[in-house]
């Protein structure tokens, strides 16, 4: 049996072995997770503490059934600092832990090759090295040494994914994800190539989701959830955000906002949601609130791979858009007519149409329908039933004894004997 040396670093009862342990013997009780931070505002971070669906509170207390409790170590997030918290880390790049370990990335990764002479452009924890002191380890070696054997590697961000802002133009650092650096013939441990969950920053729920659904593959409960040919989660970017606005009606019909408070479509202030991979209107910010368009604010198109160089300058209409927007405008106005006089067929019972009267006091004003509102409402119902029954009878009405009628031929009679 490996021997076991308890430790007391943050984040969970890390052990060291002296013998690596069995994958696949069963369901797994805990998994490490081990959160590097390149280019990065620590955004994500924020982003995921707030998620719900599930928490990341329910995966690091194992409250989500099924799953086994996850052991997260975080710059960030840690009680513990310096060497105490480190040294988790080089247990797991030694392969001295009793459970598999997640690898994800905060921001960007980058090229160290291009300091001249010793540096880092980003590092993580340090090493007795120097005749003058602590030598810092650059996150690219903790990269390096951790992707190997991890379980997953996972880039969270449009940074760690696919550069996102620290690539920009002009940029020094050779910004780039977490999937350029490992090449595409990468694969984890457990056979999977680099997991790729962008946004800036992403929806938390859209992390701790994904994480969840790893999490049944990797002890042997569920399948590998479906990715797209970029690493993508399918579900989550299958679609745009123009397929899923709440504004895409307006887009149709060729109306748009022209000043932030408009309620109306936003492409001709700027968005690029007709194109943009994001599922942020349909499932909010945080705990389904929020979401840019939700909330009277363009897409700038911060989830996908261009992100933003291809995407500025910001806050003025895409190249493509006037094409677009000025064809929906010409068919719009056409379609936004055809649906007012259905519109007004539709807001009428069969019973108003029979009488040809409404009844509202709030109509008073309204008076007798036009030629053309008759007009349309005798086509409608002749397309409506060109392949249907008609509803109703055209059996002669039932007899009843003592002269008894019932409601709506008796008040036709009445109206008929009155207009006499």
């Known amino acids: 049996m490996a021997e076991v040396k308890p430790t007391s670093q943050a984040g969970g009862p890390a052990v060291e072995l002296t013998a690596n342990p069995a994958v696949g013997d069963g369901p797994l009780e805990k998994v490490y997770a081990f959160w590097l931070a390149g280019m990065s505002c620590d955004g994500c971070t924020i982003s995921v503490s707030g998620a719900g669906e599930p928490s990341l509170e329910d995966l690091l207390l194992g409250q989500v059934p099924g799953l086994p409790r996850v052991i997260l170590y975080h710059p960030v997030l840690a009680i513990d600092a310096g060497d105490a918290f480190m040294h988790n880390y080089t247990l797991a790049a030694e392969g001295k832990l009793d459970a598999p370990y997640v690898l994800i990335l905060e921001g960007s990764a980058v090229d160290d090759s291009l300091i001249r002479g010793p540096g880092y452009w980003t590092g993580m924890g340090a090493r007795p090295s120097h005749e003058d002191g602590n030598q810092v380890i650059s996150v690219m070696e903790w990269i390096d040494r951790l992707a190997p054997g991890a379980a997953a590697s996972i880039a969270i961000g449009t940074c760690a994914t696919w550069g996102g802002i620290p690539a920009a133009a002009g940029n020094p650092t050779g910004a780039m994800g977490l999937m350029d650096y490992l090449g595409k013939d990468y694969r ?26 790893i999490l049944h593959f990797l002890q042997g409960a569920g399948p590998l959830p479906e990715f797209d040919e970029l690493g993508r989660p399918a579900w989550q970017f299958r679609h745009t955000v123009h397929n899923r606005c709440v504004r895409g009606g307006y887009y149709e019909e060729g109306v748009f906002a022209q000043a932030y408070g408009d309620p109306e479509c936003l492409v001709e202030l700027g968005c690029w949601g007709p194109v943009v991979q994001c599922n942020i209107v349909e499932r909010g910010a945080v705990r389904h609130h929020g979401g840019c368009m939700n909330q009277g604010g363009i897409c700038i198109g911060c989830t996908m791979l261009g992100f933003p160089d291809k995407f500025s300058p910001f806050y003025t209409p895409a190249p493509g858009s006037a094409v677009s927007s000025t064809t929906a405008t ?23 149409d029979q009488d040809q009267d409404v009844p509202s006091g709030w109509a008073v004003q309204r008076g007798s329908d036009s030629l053309l509102s008759r007009a349309a409402d005798f086509l409608y119902r002749k397309l409506q039933f060109a392949k249907a029954v ?28 009155k207009n006499k």
Request: aromatic share 8%.
């Open 188 to 213: 984890s441990a457990f056979g999977l190539p680099v997991i790729n969950i962008p946004g800036c920053a992403p929806v938390g729920d859209n992390f701790t989701e994904t994480v969840a659904m």
């Open 390 to 417: 008609r509803p109703g009878s055209d059996t002669p009405a039932a007899q009843y004894r003592d002269g008894f009628e019932v409601e709506p031929k008796k008040r036709g009679n009445e109206r008929a004997a």
């Open 330 to 352: 010409a068919y719009g106005k056409v379609i936004r007519s055809l649906r007012v006089l259905t519109q007004d067929h539709q807001n009428r019972t069969s019973r108003w």
